[in-house]
């Protein structure tokens, strides 16, 4: 029987981690919170080791997302696939700056190869990036895809603005613990 339906949840400690009001006015404090995330997904037992969140470029939380795959049984439900998918749903469409506003994806560590290619469709306008692919291969044992040799320039060339190693320590901090647990995915 196939089915007909594709439901993806978030852990109910999510609502925990973000205030309704919450604004996260800077780069700092928007990774802060993806970074946040990342880890309590670890501490909780609930994914892997990746937190996302997207906002307005002003600091409005519009989604947030992190790694459901084996919670979920789904390849696709990576924290920033998850995180596109809230803000799409809250705002009501897929392409997330098509009314003008400038978006900006937060996520702990460099998106992989599908991630990447989403977020040219998703609307993003900025990436804040934590920890390096480098960092999430060699500290937690992940494989993140083929992606162009000039991935950074593709960005850049489309207007996505990119800005890495945002409290990049922290991030490989969770990643580490993750691959130290014994998990693998």
Known sequence: MLHDQVLLTLPAWIADEIGPDAVYPDDLAKMTLAVRLSARNVREGT??????????????????????????????????????????????QFRLNQTGERIVLASSSQPCAMCYGASFWAGIDAVLIGARADDVQSLAGFDEGPLPADWLGEWQKRGIAVRRDILREDACAVLQTYGESGHVY
Do not use: D
Request: glycine content about 14%.
């Open 47 to 92: 994914g892997g080791p990746f937190g996302a969140a997207l906002f307005t470029e002003a600091g409005r939380l519009l989604g947030v997302g992190v790694n459901r795959v084996l919670a979920q049984t789904c390849s696709l439900a990576h924290a920033e696939m998850m995180a596109f998918a809230t803000a799409q749903q809250n705002l009501r």
